[in-house]
């Protein structure tokens, strides 16, 4: 990882996938926060999204340029 607050460029290397589903050779990867430049709007933006067989699976218009795994979630007391 970057020192980037755990972000980890596109260009670096994209998320790890496993098996998925059914459908031989089918890859996924967990989810993970990405930030994404939106050219409509002109800035950059932080969502989620996962990759299915190395392709972003929601944004496709978006550049995607980085991404970093999502946190643990909430324990409780």
Do not use: Q
């Amino acid at each position: 990882m970057d020192d980037n607050e755990g972000w980890i460029k596109c260009s670096d290397r994209m998320p790890e996938e496993h098996a998925f589903g059914s459908t031989k050779g089918w890859t996924r990867s967990d989810k993970v926060e990405i930030t994404l430049y939106n050219a409509a709007k002109e800035r950059n933006e932080v969502d989620m999204d996962f990759t299915d067989n190395g392709k972003w699976a929601w944004h496709w218009g978006s550049k995607i340029i980085a991404w970093r795994p999502l946190p643990e979630p909430y324990k409780g007391a």
